[in-house]
């Protein structure tokens, strides 16, 4: 199985499910130069947002912590634990700030 994100209307291969630690992230380079953090929870279940903190610009969210916080997952920054809601990208510290979010599939490998 394979880990898809939705950029630009197609389907980007990331790498392949059993390459993600659940509760870890990876980061995945994006066509257009950005990066994308990609993560499993416990669960097995895929998320994408943006890598970059935009409250330090520094590309590392997908160095960040998992948790779940009234029952929504969230990864928290490692520079200042800013914690980004990894459905909707909307930080839960601050809520005029957002990460973006992509689409997530996972395929089955040909």
Known sequence: MTVELCVDGGWLTVCELSQ???GRGVAALLP???QAAVFTDRAGRPYAIGNRDPFTGAQVLSRGLLGTAAGRPF???PLLKQRFDLESGRCLDDEEVAVPTYRVR???TS
């Open 20 to 22: 993600l630690v659940p």
């Open 32 to 34: 257009d130069g950005s």
């Open 75 to 77: 990864v928290a920054s």
């Open 106 to 108: 996972t395929a089955a």
